[in-house]
């Protein structure tokens, strides 16, 4: 038994250790191409100074400054490729609107997106690394969520796309210090020995150390992957051992075999529509669906009900983080259209509209929609009318997810109005052709330059 379970962390090893863009087919590359881009509109909109989270991640990357590796996204400077990840790992996830994957439950482009271009930025390498290293780091990220259970990393109050992150950032790290196998196995055990991020983000009403967990996996990953090409050691054996990491984050849910699954991670992950969890997507999806195809307006809306399943009911009903708030987010939807970062940083719930359908809005854990989730986020929503009606909708998967997708003319429109809050339109259509032709460029120079915004905060 000793020796099967020996050969988990080898074997990892040597899937992250043997990975090419030569083992990429041509539709995981045209995938990659978009995650970038959707990723590259969420950290450029996140970059603005308007937001106290991302002005002060980036002065602190000012104040520590470090030797000009890598460019901080949305700014006009470099630091060392460690600070820039986790600065631009944390503008990542701050608007919430980046990709995710459902069934691992984690935001893993938000992770190594950043790690892939401050790492191909720094070693000068081409395009067809930057694409082999973001996926690499992206399918770590997932295998590891998943092997160790999402669902029990939850119940034990971690954050899995910090926990996990913190693989994929290694993995896309060293992925581009072509790390020897010896060194994949200590970078391994490094990244897990810095595991981390909690859930107590949910109480932080500035919204600033939520996406900060993703920064602090991409900076662990990388620290991790630097030392091990150093020479520094870790634990050898991360996976198994008397302090293996499934017994550190799981509650005896974890599945090793998802660590080797034959599935790409990135061909599953969903484009965002909406600033909020993504818990709530499926849902806002049906509501707005309902005003449209009725012809309402908020105030011809009584009362909103919510089914959602029970299991994961607690992670949305009334939370005190407005992200997470069905209450919250469905009422800002029903009277805007949608929900943007800016609903999220300032509670409108003084508003008398919005009021008025946040103290109407109810959740109904339903246990019968339990059957898919986590996999799945299954909901049901019924409006009842001033006049008496009730209207119902049922929304499997949330548009933009694989089941339900958007084209990719929707996922470049989509970055042309988040990138054009900080860069000009021309600038943003510079930026979608130097991406579709990502694996024919030689270098990130002209795209790290469109990606910079002069001026101090």
């Known amino acids: 038994m000793a020796e099967v379970i020996t050969e988990l962390t080898d074997k990892f090893a040597r899937y992250i250790g043997d990975f090419t863009f030569g083992k990429m087919p041509p539709e995981v590359v045209n995938r990659s191409k978009l995650i970038l881009l959707d990723t590259l509109g969420a950290i450029l909109a ?134 020897t196998h010896s060194e994949w196995l200590n970078a391994l055990g490094l990244a897990g020995n810095q595991a981390s991020g909690l859930l107590a983000w949910a109480s932080d009403h500035t919204e600033n150390s939520r996406p900060f967990n993703p920064g602090i996996a991409a900076r662990n990953g990388t620290t991790a992957s630097v030392l091990a090409k150093l020479g520094f050691g870790g634990p050898p054996m991360i996976f198994e051992g008397k302090y293996d990491f499934f017994s550190a984050f799981s509650n005896g849910g974890q599945k090793p075999d998802e660590l080797f699954r034959e599935r790409w991670a990135i061909q599953e992950l969903a484009i965002k529509r909406y600033s909020s969890c993504s818990f709530t997507h499926p849902g806002l999806d049906a509501l707005l669906d309902l005003i449209r ?36 987010v469905f009422a800002v939807a029903a009277v805007t259209g949608g929900v943007v970062i800016d609903d999220i940083l300032k509670d409108r719930r003084d508003e008398p509209e919005i009021g008025r359908l946040s103290a109407n809005m109810r959740m109904i854990g339903d246990e019968e929609l339990d059957r898919t989730y986590p996999d799945q986020y299954e909901s049901i929503v019924t409006l009842t009318t001033n006049d008496g009606r009730k209207l119902s909708k049922y929304t499997g998967w949330a548009k933009g997810t694989p089941q339900n997708p958007i084209t990719d003319d929707e996922v470049k429109e989509k970055f042309y109005r988040l990138s054009t809050t900080r860069i000009p339109r021309s600038k943003a259509e510079q930026i979608v052709s130097w991406i579709e032709k990502t694996d024919e460029h030689k270098d990130l120079k002209t795209l790290m330059g469109l990606l910079k915004v002069e001026g101090r905060f």
Not at 78 to 94: F, R
């Open 46 to 179: 996140a970059s603005s100074p308007h937001y106290s989270g991302s002005r002060l991640i980036i002065e602190l990357a000012r104040t520590l400054g470090g030797n000009p590796q890598s460019s901080i996204i949305g700014s006009d400077f470099k630091t060392s490729c460690v600070n820039a990840s986790l600065v631009n790992g944390t503008l990542g996830y701050y608007c919430d609107i980046e990709p995710h994957h459902v069934a691992s439950v984690l935001h893993p482009a938000a992770v190594c997106v950043p790690v892939a271009l401050a790492f191909t930025e720094w070693k000068e390498a081409d395009g067809k690394r930057l694409l082999a290293s973001l996926t690499l780091g992206i399918e770590v990220s997932c295998r590891v969520s998943s092997a160790v259970n999402p669902r029990d990393m939850y119940t034990r109050g971690f954050h899995p796309t910090s926990v996990a992150g913190v693989f994929g950032s290694a993995a896309a790290a060293g992925n581009l210090l072509d790390l």
């Open 293 to 328: 195809e009725h012809g309402l307006s908020s105030r011809d809306i009584a009362k909103i009900d919510l089914q959602y399943p029970k299991a994961g009911a607690h992670m949305i009903d009334n939370n005190e983080l407005k992200s997470h708030c069905a209450q919250y």
